[in-house]
């Protein structure tokens, strides 16, 4: 699945996660993630969206995550509502 254009899903509030996704001309994936709980969580969260990309069969996008404490499906429906949306 090709990213044509940029997208966004979730909000800044408490236990959400604000996803932005556009297409990397570059190839590849690359995730620039933010969380308050980086130190706890940072390897799950990106391991998360990596297998929702996977599922999602997304290959070549540059995702900027800001966690503010998301749950795993929470952050599974913000990456794919964002790659919905930029298809």
């Known amino acids: 699945m ?3 254009v940029p997208a966004k899903a ?20 690359i995730i620039d993630l933010e969380s308050i709980v980086m130190k706890q969580f940072g390897k799950q969260i990106e ?3 990596l297998k929702t990309l996977d599922t999602l069969n997304v290959k070549n996008v540059h ?22 949306r930029a298809i």
């Not at 995550?65 to 509502?81: F, H, K, Q, S």
């Open 10 to 29: 979730g909000t800044m509030e408490s236990s959400d996660i604000y996803i932005m996704v556009q297409p990397n001309d570059k190839g590849g994936i």
């Open 2 to 4: 090709d990213i044509k």
């Open 63 to 84: 995702i900027v995550a800001r966690d503010r404490g998301a749950l795993d499906y929470t952050i599974r429906a913000r990456v794919e509502t964002a790659i919905k």
């Open 47 to 49: 391991e998360v969206i």
